[in-house]
């Protein structure tokens, strides 16, 4: 191993994570914050992709993550370092907080009670996921090639919430179809923390399995771009006082 913890392993891939990680659509986030109105955190925003969704839609934003390395690419909002179970805000102090790609690395009870203590009274929870789509055969055969992904795991098992302090979870999912570079696809392999904190020689046995898939699956072979097939999956809760 590298030594390095895989939740806030991120920061030494950022690059690859900016040029691998798929954005969030506006339609998915305005459903996470329909109603909202204030000020939101993004909880373990990372290089700021959830962080960039949100300022679209006019929100004022304050960027919250355990890596000074991830933050130091989130842009035009105020970043502070800080982890779900500590969050440097004070009480009542957000309308809402969104979390991406991040929940499963987080202890309910514990971020719970954080995220009500800084919500404002019935403020927004809302959790968001852009997961590989298996039922497609390139993107099966690349997730048997990258390893097992925590966070695929917990939504194929529905096993999300509930959180102490906050209503039940309503649920969102959309398709979608995102046109991939196979060269971002060795990006999003590289930024999994499953591959960071690997030792080199597991690193090497992936991105060759990757590589050589990407060469020969007919429905990437020779092409520049191609289709991956993926799903968001979206969840929003409120805070109960």
């Not at 679209?56 to 993550?65: I, K, N, P």
């Not at 842009?75 to 790609?101: C, M, N, R, Y």
């Not at 520049?224 to 969840?235: K, P």
Request: proline share 7%.
């Amino acid at each position: 191993m590298t030594g390095q913890e895989p939740a806030t392993s991120f920061g030494a891939a950022v690059g690859a994570y900016e040029r691998g990680r798929p954005g969030y659509a506006p339609e998915h986030v305005t459903w996470l914050l329909d109603g909202v109105q204030g000020r939101v955190l993004d909880l373990a925003a990372g290089s700021g992709k959830l962080t960039r969704a949100v300022q679209g839609l006019g929100f004022d934003v304050v960027a919250v993550d355990p890596d000074e390395k991830m933050l130091s690419r989130v842009e035009d909002a105020e970043t502070l370092i800080g982890t779900a179970e500590s969050i440097p805000l004070p009480d009542a102090s957000v309308a809402a907080v969104t979390v991406g790609q991040a929940w499963h690395w987080f202890d309910p009870a514990a971020a719970g009670a954080e995220l009500a203590r800084v919500l404002e009274p019935g403020g927004r929870l809302g959790l968001i996921w852009n997961i590989r789509d298996a039922r497609h055969p390139f993107v099966a055969a690349l997730a048997e090639a990258m390893g097992p992904s925590p966070a695929e795991a917990m939504i194929d098992a529905d096993d999300v919430g509930p959180v102490p302090g906050f209503s039940d979870f309503e649920r969102r999912r959309f398709d979608a179809v995102r046109w991939i570079t196979p060269d971002a696809v060795e990006a999003l392999v590289t930024s999994r923390s499953h591959w960071i904190v690997a030792p080199p020689v597991i690193q090497a046995q992936v991105l060759t399995a990757v590589r050589e898939l990407v060469a020969t699956h007919p429905h990437s072979a020779g092409r520049r771009m191609f289709e991956f097939a993926m799903y968001t999956a979206c969840y929003r809760a409120d805070a109960l006082t």
